[in-house]
């Protein structure tokens, strides 16, 4: 789903980069499915008074439950699913941020549901019928639905010192 060529790569210097990592400056979208923005907060962030966060791209639904039980629900700071053109209001691509990500699993497979700030409840891929919730159905992640933060634009400066 995403895919970047060597030109794109941006050579970090030695002993900042993880083991085996590669980082690029541009990726390409392969395939126009929704796909996932999860920030968590570092592991040492509650020593640290910045609270320094990282955030993983995540291509598949199923990949994003795997991720969240894998991790302390605490440290998760936000979800948003980007949804492509197919799929948005604008015709364009679009963002939905989550506040709650269910599984689903029944003898059809495995289905993951979300939950955006207006409480509406979609799925990440494409699917028939929505499964009925269930003995099946569990709960993963559940966060509040925070408020847009206003930003103020900045004063033009008098050019006087």
Avoid at 77 to 96: I, N
Avoid at 108 to 131: N, S
Wanted: charged share 20%; proline share 7%; with cysteine.
């Amino acid at each position: 789903m995403f895919h970047s060529l060597p030109q794109y790569e941006f050579q970090v210097p030695e002993g900042l980069a993880g083991p085996g990592s590669k980082h690029w400056r541009a990726v390409v979208m392969t395939l126009h499915m929704p796909w996932f923005l999860l920030t968590l907060d570092h592991v040492e962030a509650e020593a640290d008074p910045v609270r320094m966060s990282y955030t993983l791209c995540i291509a598949w639904d199923t990949d994003l439950a795997d991720a969240i039980r894998s991790i302390d629900a605490s440290r998760v700071r936000g979800l948003v699913a980007m949804m492509p053109a197919w799929a948005s209001p604008t015709g364009q691509w679009s963002s939905r941020q989550i506040t709650e990500v269910w599984q689903d699993v029944n003898d059809a497979g495995t289905f993951i549901t979300l939950t955006d700030v207006a409480g509406e409840k979609f799925d990440a891929g494409v699917r028939g019928k929505a499964p009925v919730g269930g003995a099946g159905c569990e709960l993963l992640l559940r966060l509040p639905a925070s408020q847009p933060r206003v930003l103020r634009p900045r004063r033009a400066g008098s050019g006087r010192t």
